[in-house]
């Protein structure tokens, strides 16, 4: 009885662990000025995290990502809507651009992305009607995960200073679930929080992870039977892959 009760404890505890991560997430870079001091405080503060990358910005900040052990993932090469929306092709097209400068920048493929405006966006619409049920289907037969995000620093958006920043990402997290945290690293304003939202996460408990493509895809929701079609094809896919191992 006791043994069970030990048991009891340790899973509730292991649970307990893994519901209270963040996953840092930074969109957009690399750029001069904000990147590489971002990395700076990472390392200083021993945290990794995940670098959703386009063609913008100096290749010495995508290996240095990767050398000191950051996730590199896609977020297409333009960013720019009217390019990667227009069709599945164009996407694909753009995509491998900048799968192209990861590959000779680290040696490896990426294989976790993140869409511009992240799966549920409607902008897309305005270049292609029904493009994200068609994008959100195909990256996963063509083996990649893509991850949108549960908690935004609105530093594309309202959060201009650092202070905002701080507050909107830490007033949104929960233990109750894996956070995964958008962030730019292009702005300022989310450099200079992001040492501060650190450490308000340590206090509090919360551990911080790389994503990589083990990591549970984070999925937003959408008033449509698409997210319920994507996440039975994530589980086919991987029960195929899990009879491939055996």
Known sequence: MEEKKKEHHSNKTSRS????????????????????VILDILKEE????????????????IKREADE????????????????YVSVESYFNDLASVQARVKRLTGKEANIIRF????????SRNY???????????????????????????????????SSVYK????SLSKSRANVVLLHDIKAQTRDALRDIIQ??????YIFKEITYDTPMIIHKRNSPMKKHVLQLISKLSEETEKQKK
């Open 116 to 123: 511009p405006g992240g799966s549920s966006n409607t902008i």
């Open 168 to 171: 909107n990402v830490t007033s």
């Open 17 to 36: 662990k893994k519901e209270s991560i963040i996953y840092l997430t930074f969109d957009d870079g690399p750029k001069e000025g904000t990147t590489n």
């Open 46 to 61: 021993g945290v990794k995290a995940t670098f959703f990358v386009t063609n913008s910005g100096p290749d010495y900040l």
């Open 200 to 205: 308000y996460g340590k206090m509090h408990g």
């Open 69 to 84: 052990g950051h996730t590199v993932a896609l977020h297409t090469a333009s960013h720019e809507y009217d390019k990667v």
């Open 128 to 162: 292609c009607q029904g493009i994200m049920s068609q994008l959100t289907k195909e990256v996963l037969l063509r083996g990649y995960h893509y991850f949108d995000w549960n908690v935004s620093a609105e530093d594309a958006g309202g959060a201009k200073t650092s």
